[in-house]
């Protein structure tokens, strides 16, 4: 995955076009992934997930695409709004001895322009 | 409770003073993670528990922050001497032991260093 604590790559978008927000992981053994949304002052909530043996997974106006062999992750938002403008953070999920581990990207400003 | 609860939400101390912060996870909820928020920036891991397994630890960065937890319910961070470095919203996250399930966030102590 990305490293962490860096300053965010930002993402500036036209409001009404799509959005694609993309994260690499590095575990190859991760079976679950998580996309957040973090916006201003608050903790990072659920946004939609995906098991690994799905490549694609719908949400309403939202759609993560999964590609196992090049070990990267996409977010999608359809017909981006003003209230979509927050941080995104993937996240890979995979299980040691002990339980699940959920390990984060580094995040991207996505910034939605009026 | 029905979420993730940290205290206090704010903290303003001087520099080389000690701070405790508190996170109560959601009942049931065996893992429970610390991260470390700069303003601006990304999700910046300090430490991992899972049940009575030994912590991860690798990502406190420096001998002045220790967490403990008490069995699979509150856990403590600790700021020793602290710093203008150490100026972050400080952010716990909790999840279930096993299965594909997401983790979730409390809504942060922000902590300003003077």
């Known amino acids: 995955g990305e490293s962490v604590g860096l300053h965010l790559p930002t993402l500036s978008v036209q409001e009404g076009d799509n959005s694609i927000i993309n994260c690499a992981y590095s575990n190859s053994a991760s079976d679950y992934f998580i996309w957040y949304k973090q916006e201003s002052g608050k903790g990072p909530q659920f946004i939609i997930d995906i098991r690994s043996n799905m490549d694609k997974r719908q949400g309403q106006r939202v759609t993560v695409l999964l590609n196992k062999t090049v070990k990267h992750l996409s977010l999608q938002i359809a017909a981006t709004q003003p209230g979509d403008s927050a941080v995104y953070f993937c996240a890979e999920n995979w299980n040691n001895n002990a339980g699940n581990m959920l390990t984060f990207g580094g995040g991207t400003r996505l910034m939605v322009k009026p | 409770g029905a979420g993730v609860s940290q205290s206090p939400s704010n903290k303003v101390t001087e520099k080389g003073k000690d701070v405790e912060l508190r996170c109560d996870p959601i009942?049931?909820?065996?893992?429970l993670y610390w991260y470390r928020q700069r303003l601006g920036q990304g999700l910046e891991f300090l430490i991992y528990?899972?049940?009575?397994?030994?912590?991860?630890k690798s990502g406190l960065p420096s001998d002045r922050f220790s967490a403990e937890r008490t069995g699979e319910s509150v856990s403590t961070l600790t700021i020793q001497r602290t710093q203008q470095e150490d100026s972050a919203v400080y952010l716990c996250?909790?999840?279930?032991?096993?299965?594909?399930?997401?983790?979730?966030f409390g809504q942060g102590t922000r902590l300003t260093v003077v």
């Open positions: 528990f899972q049940g009575n397994s030994a912590p991860d």
């Open positions: 996250a909790s999840s279930a032991r096993r299965g594909n399930t997401e983790a979730f």
């Open positions: 009942s049931g909820h065996t893992a």
